[in-house]
């Protein structure tokens, strides 16, 4: 059985190709977080929602025309990474760029659970191709996170696009972290990052010079990556203390929600987080913050905020933040 579907994009096909292979954007359209290592014989691995990573192997490669790769699911017995090969075939139109994507090796069930999640990729790719704008993806809402990686794979969705839209003028802009202006917040949520993945055995270096979505995202993902690599067990030396991992990762989910919510609020943006989200990583707040890390200067009191508050506006109070409502 196979699966295959054709778009139309209003771009030509150098620019096609771009919008299939480079993390960038890949993940305005399909994916969380994405590596890519674009050679024959180079690999992948696709964070597509919360908690579902695809990975595997390129195996031709032919820029603006042909796209040939395996494909399959980390942790599957039906489709394990390697499995299934997906075929993508770019064609010049007047109109700009057939994109063609057709999945093979898969049964008749495989096929048509892949040809839901395809569909609602390329109407995606479709969309972002004409706009050129990224919006969120319903399908990364996670209301009851299994762990705290995948609430931290869910909290960088919605940091993301809160990178994604600032702009120069936004970087001497002041942000609910009283000491840091944007510029300097990203800045220290850069190197947060890159201590942590590097802690976890990450090959990773910062790069200021990219664009802020870029920058974090790329950290995001190599920190991520790793740690869910190396499970939740034991502990993990960051250098100045040794933590428990569990802790580790309670520490990048509120480094990615929090923060994304200071820069959401510096710079006028909405930010949507699901309730279930935010009560999870809340959870998390209320076991790893305490009179210590408040004494440190790491987190302001606690501001209160009425019993109705949402669940975002209880975290961000919890941790020491003013919510916009309060």
């Not at 025309?65 to 499995?83: I, K, M, N, Q």
Request: glycine share 10%; charged share 20%.
């Amino acid at each position: 059985m196979s699966y295959e579907r054709t778009v139309i994009l209003p771009v030509d096909a150098d620019a096609a190709f771009a919008l299939v292979t480079e993390p960038e954007r890949l993940r305005r359209w399909q994916t969380v977080a994405c590596r890519v290592d674009l050679t024959v014989g180079g690999g992948f691995r696709f964070t597509m929602g919360p908690g579902h990573q695809a990975s595997g192997t390129f195996t031709e490669i032919e820029p603006g025309r042909r796209l040939v790769f395996t494909w399959g699911w980390e942790g599957s017995d039906a489709v394990p990474p390697g499995d299934s090969t997906v075929f993508i075939t770019l064609e010049p139109l007047a109109q700009g760029t057939a994109v063609t994507l057709r999945h093979e090796g898969l049964n008749a069930e495989q096929s048509a659970g892949h040809a839901e999640g395809w569909n609602h990729f390329l109407d995606r790719l479709a969309r972002f191709a004409e706009t050129g704008q990224a919006v969120a993806d319903e399908w990364n809402a996670t209301p009851e996170p299994e762990n705290a990686i995948q609430s931290a794979e869910a909290a960088l969705t919605a940091l993301q696009l809160a990178l994604y839209h600032l702009t120069a003028e936004d970087a001497t802009r002041p942000t609910p972290c009283e000491d840091f202006n944007v510029s300097e917040l990203l800045d220290h949520l850069a190197g947060n990052l890159a201590g942590i993945g590097s802690a976890l055995g990450a090959q990773l270096s910062d790069a200021p010079e990219l664009a802020p979505e870029p920058r974090i995202a790329n950290l995001a993902q190599a920190a991520l990556e790793a740690l869910n690599v190396r499970g939740l067990a034991g502990e993990i030396d960051l250098g100045f203390a040794v933590l428990p991992a569990p802790v580790v990762a309670g520490i990048l989910n509120l480094e990615l929600l929090v923060h994304g919510w200071d820069l959401a609020q510096a710079t006028g943006q909405d930010y949507a987080v699901d309730p279930g989200l935010a009560d999870y990583v809340l959870g998390i707040a209320q076991g790893t913050v305490g009179a210590a890390q408040r004494e440190s200067g790491s987190f302001g009191p606690q501001t209160v905020v009425a019993e109705s508050a949402g669940s975002l506006d209880r975290l961000v109070a919890f941790t020491g933040r003013v919510p916009s409502g309060a």
